[in-house]
C-alpha cells in the first residue's frame, strides 16, 4: 500500500507521510549476522547473501529446547480496499518483541508478477516493514527461480521421454504438469507445443502457470526435510497412460535432479523487520490456489529459535487459517496456539454494502452490518478448538466513534478485540501495545488445534464439510469432469487426502460479488486437481485461473532505476 490519505493512519499518527520506500531507505539496518546471533543463529549456519540476508542451514543449528508458540495471523474476507494483514503481522510481532518476548516472523515470499501487476510489493507497510524491501519484492535469494527451474526440467523431462519412445506409455493428451514462470501473463495460459515437425517434439496441448500456483512450489512448502522434498517430489504425478494410470516424477527418474535444483532454494532466508525483529521469509504459494502459507520448514525453524512465531495465512480465515490447519498443521509442527482476525473499519463497511469509493465517508451503520463476516470468521476459528483476536487496523479515514463500534461489537461478540495502530507509529514503537497485551493473555491460556475434518472421509465428503461449516453453503455441484476426476481419486487411493479449496477470496462462496455472510448457496466444483506430491486434492470453483492477466495499467509501469541505481516507484 501507497502514503496516501487512505493509508491506515496516515493523518492519525502523527508521523510525516512519506511512501513505503522513502521509511525502509530512512530505516538503519543491522549487519545480519547480527540479527542472527539475537536469534541464536551460530555464525557457521549462515550463508550470507550481501550485509542483509542470509539462508540458514538448518542441520548446523543447535538441538532444539521448548519450542515457541505459534500465533497464527488471518483476516476477515478482504475487499478491494485492502486490509494491511502482512503490515499488522509485521508490527505485531514487533510489538511482541518491545514486550519482552523472543519473537520471530515467519511470512511468504512475495511472486513477482503479482508486483509488477497489481500489487507493488508485499513486504508490510508503512513503519512495519521487513527489510531490504527491495531485494525481498524483487529476486531476493532466487528461490523462486529455483522452483521455477525444478519444474520446467520436470516439463522437459516428461516430453523428451514421450519423444525419444515414450517406455511408460505416457498419454500426450493426460499430461497433468505444466511449465511455470514468475510473470503474470495471460497469452501463455494455453499453448501448443512440439510443433515444427518430427524433429521439434511431439505436438499437444498445455500452457503455463505462475510459479506460485505450481505443485513444484506447494511441495517446497509443506517439505520437513531434505528427505521429504526429494520423496515429495517423486510422488508428483505427471500425467496418465494410455491406461490411465497415473505415471510419477518417480517413474520417470526426475525426483533426484529436482530436489538438486532446490537444494539452495530450500535452506530458510534471514532478514529483519524495521524494529530488528528477526523473520524468516521463505515460499509463497498463492493461497486462493494452493495452501497460502510460508514454508514448513522456516515456521518450524523459527518454533526453534524463539518463545512466539508470527507467521501469516493468505487472505480470509476461510482460505488461509482453514488450509494452515488442515493441510500444513498435519504435515508439520506448526499448530497455532492463537489466531488473530485483521478488520478494517473500511473492509467491514464494503461488506456491509457501501461502494469502494464511498468508504472514507463515516458510517457507523454500515459498519455493524458488515460486521456479521467478522462475527462468521470468528465463529469459524472457534470450530479448530482456537480463540480468535480480532486486530482493528486503523486508517486514517476512521472515525472515533467507528472504531469504537467495532470494539463493542466484538465485546458482545466475546471476543478479544484491540486498535492497532502499527502502520503509521510501528510495533517497535507503541502502535501495537495493546494488541500485543491481548494476543498475549490468549497465549497463556492456548487453544487445542484441531482439524475440521479427519482423512479418513472421502474427498466429496471432505469438500461437503467446508462448504457446509465453513462456508455456509447449502449444496455442492460438480461438473462431469470434477465427477470422473472423483471416481479416478477413489480408484488410485487418493480419497484420504486433505482437500484444498481453490476458490475467490472475496466471498465465502464461490461468487466474488457475494460479500457479507451469505446463507444457503451452492458451490460449483468444475475440476479436482490431485497434487500427489504436496499431499492434497485441489477443488477448483468459479473463475480461479493459476496464471494472472497484468492489469490495464501494471504497477510495473511506475517502476524505475535512477542514476545511482535506485528503485524507485516500487511499493
Known sequence: MTATASSPSANASGFPVLSDLEIARAATLRPIDEIAASAGIPADALELYGRYKAKIDVGRLPAPGPLGQVVLVSAISPTPAGEGKSTLTVGLADSLARAGKRTMIALREPSLGPILGMKGGATGGGHSQVLP??????????????????????????????????????DPRRVAVRRVMDMNDRSLRDIVTGLG????????????????????????????????????????????????????????????????????AFKPN????????????????????????????????????AD???????????????????????????????VVLVATVRALKMHGGVPKDQLTAPDTAAVERGFENLVRHVENVRKFGLEPV??????????????????????????????????????????????????????????????LYPLELGVEEKIATLVREVYRGAAVEYSEQARRTLAQIRENGWNGLPVCMAKTQYSFSDNPALLGAPEGFTVHVRELWPRTGAGFIVAVTGQIMTMPGLPKEPAAMRMDLDDQGRVTGLF
Open 270 to 305: 534471514l532478514v529483519q523487520t524495521i524494529a530488528g525483529t528477526p523473520a524468516l521469509v521463505h515460499g509463497g504459494p498463492f493461497a486462493n490456489i494452493a495452501h497460502g502459507c510460508n514454508s514448513a520448514l522456516a515456521t518450524m525453524t523459527a518454533r526453534r529459535l
Open 133 to 170: 524491501m527491495e531485494d525481498i519484492n524483487l529476486h531476493f535469494t532466487g528461490d523462486f527461480h529455483a522452483i521455477t527451474a525444478a519444474n520446467n526440467a520436470l516439463c522437459a523431462l516428461v516430453d523428451n521421454h514421450i519423444f525419444q519412445g515414450n517406455a511408460l506409455g505416457i
Open 197 to 264: 515437425g518430427p524433429g521439434q517434439g511431439v505436438p499437444r496441448e498445455t500452457g503455463f502457470d505462475i510459479t506460485v500456483a505450481s505443485e513444484v512450489m506447494a511441495v517446497f512448502c509443506l517439505a520437513s526435510s531434505v528427505a521429504d522434498l526429494r520423496e515429495r517430489l517423486g510422488r508428483i504425478t505427471v500425467g496418465y497412460t494410455y491406461a490411465r494410470q497415473p505415471v510419477t516424477a518417480a517413474d520417470l527418474g526426475a525426483a533426484g535432479v529436482m530436489a538438486m535444483l532446490l537444494k539452495d
Open 390 to 451: 480480532v486486530a482493528l487496523n486503523r486508517f486514517g479515514t476512521d472515525t472515533a466513534e467507528e472504531l469504537e463500534t467495532v470494539l463493542r461489537l466484538s465485546r458482545s461478540a466475546g471476543v478479544r478485540a484491540a486498535i492497532a495502530d502499527v502502520w503509521g507509529r510501528g510495533g517497535g514503537s507503541d502502535g501495537g501495545d495493546e494488541l500485543a497485551r491481548e494476543v498475549l493473555a490468549a497465549l497463556e491460556s492456548p487453544g487445542t488445534c484441531r482439524p
Open 308 to 338: 512466539v512465531v508470527v507467521t501469516e495465512a493468505g487472505f480470509g480465515a476461510d482460505l488461509g487459517a482453514e488450509k494452515f490447519i488442515d493441510i500444513k498443521a498435519r504435515y508439520a509442527d506448526v499448530a497455532p496456539a492463537a
